[in-house]
């Protein structure tokens, strides 16, 4: 004797008993060695010993009935049954609906349930996919990829985050009141009949072709709100919050732009531009910072002019306050000679002798440089067979005082030769 579920609850699915000729009701008998036509007895038919043709009472028989667990206790394989159906009915994610279908369980339970058995349960998950694959390899080339997304609120009706979300129904994902609500109302009393005139006719389908742009124009606001997550305001609305002020007011500015392009796009644009900004803001401090160090190089080389300090420190306190300073002349007259530049680590040294490392000393000027001008003097003297001062001056565009001691000690050295 073998106890084995029945396919469905509803007792006018089922063949009705074949000695009373009743509806059968769980648990009823089955013979196990009629065929193909089920031999299916009542309970008392069965008690009876209730004979017909080829069936004898001491066939071997089974008993049909769902009233055992499958999947977990406490959940009978009727009851399995009866919340697939729910479910089916009634939509997945209306729990409510579920159980008031079912009677028998609560929403929670029904939700718990459904979840463990049905959804995260990985024997029925594999085996899902595994069907669904195989129903769409029959009508795609490849299966259409699942892009999961937030699940959005589901707030009481009427309630005021309801009202805050314009009415929206997760379950069915659309609106208490759509946009153009009453679009439906002009296609209510139209019928189209054998006996229309053309002109009626024609004036009918453009009628229902201006009620099909009425509801393009719906869907493409529908779809606008969805993309753009504008269906939770507040999360929405946090989220701008989580840009700088500038970025912000770029939001509210550039908002109505958003219907023409993507939510990603629409953000690459905000955030192109506001980037722009930062840029054009640190491109500013870089030339204060620049016009800075500028200044203080200048004053460097008069550091030790009491007079010349006083007048750089001005400066400064005028660009620290926002002012623009004055353009002011530093006065070098009376001023204590520079010290000697030093040359330790400096490109070139390496391949001057010690004079010249002295006159590059005194005349404060960079190994490089001074070969850099004794090369261009040689070729010059050569190419001329001699070389003036004045010469010297035009060749090398530097402060006329250190051209002539580079020219007075080259012709000391015998480096080059007066013209």
């Not at 979840?115 to 694959?133: E, R, V």
């Not at 980037?275 to 620049?290: D, H, N, P, S």
């Not at 010349?308 to 005028?318: R, V």
Request: hydrophobic share 35%; with cysteine; glycine share 6%.
């Amino acid at each position: 004797m073998d106890r084995i579920a029945s396919f469905s609850d509803d007792p006018f699915d089922k063949p009705p008993c074949k000695g009373c000729s009743s509806n059968l009701t769980e648990p009823y008998i089955k013979c196990a060695e009629c065929g193909p036509s089920p031999v299916l007895l009542c309970l008392q038919c069965f008690t009876r010993g209730f004979e017909h043709k080829k069936h004898q009472s001491d066939h071997r028989y089974e008993i049909m009935t769902s009233d055992f667990p499958v999947l977990e206790p406490g959940w009978t394989a009727q009851e399995e049954m009866a919340l697939l159906e729910a479910v089916m009915d009634c939509g997945f994610g209306n729990w409510q609906d579920v159980a008031y279908q079912m009677r028998t369980k609560t929403k929670e339970e029904c939700e718990s349930h459904y979840m463990k058995n049905f959804i995260n349960n990985p024997l029925f998950s594999s085996t899902l996919l595994s069907l669904k694959k195989t129903k769409d390899s029959r009508f795609a080339e490849g299966a259409i990829p699942f892009k999961p997304c937030d699940d959005p609120p589901r707030p009481i009706f009427d309630s005021v985050l309801s009202r805050d979300m314009a009415g929206y129904m997760p379950a069915r994902a659309d609106f208490m009141e759509e946009f153009d609500n009453y679009a439906e109302w002009d296609l209510k009393d139209i019928d189209f009949v054998d006996d229309d005139s053309d002109i009626l006719h024609a004036l009918k389908l453009a009628v229902v072709d201006i009620y099909h742009s009425r509801l393009k124009e719906r869907q493409r606001r529908k779809k606008i709100i969805r993309d753009h997550g504008l269906i939770n305001l507040r999360k929405f609305q946090m989220l701008e919050r989580c840009y700088p002020k500038e970025v912000q007011e770029l939001y509210d500015a550039m908002r109505r732009f958003a219907r023409v392009v993507g939510p990603t796009e629409h953000d690459k644009f905000i955030e192109s531009h506001a980037g722009a900004k930062v840029y054009e803001r640190v491109g500013r401090l870089r030339e204060e910072e620049r016009r800075k160090r500028t200044m203080l190089n200048d004053v460097l080389q008069y550091i030790q002019d009491g007079k010349a300090c006083q007048q750089w420190l001005s400066k400064q306190a005028a660009i620290d306050a926002g002012i623009t300073p004055a353009v002011t002349t530093i006065t070098v007259s009376g001023r204590r000679s520079a010290p000697p530049l030093n040359l330790t680590g400096l490109p070139g040294t390496e391949k001057l002798n010690e004079r010249e490392k002295e006159l590059c000393q005194v005349v404060r000027l960079v190994p490089g440089a001074y070969l850099e001008y004794k090369q261009a003097l040689l070729n010059e003297c050569r190419r001329q067979g001699g070389l003036r001062l004045a010469q010297a001056r035009a060749l090398i565009k530097i402060d006329v005082n250190k051209t002539r001691k580079i020219y007075d000690f080259l012709i000391k050295e015998g480096y080059i030769t007066k013209a």
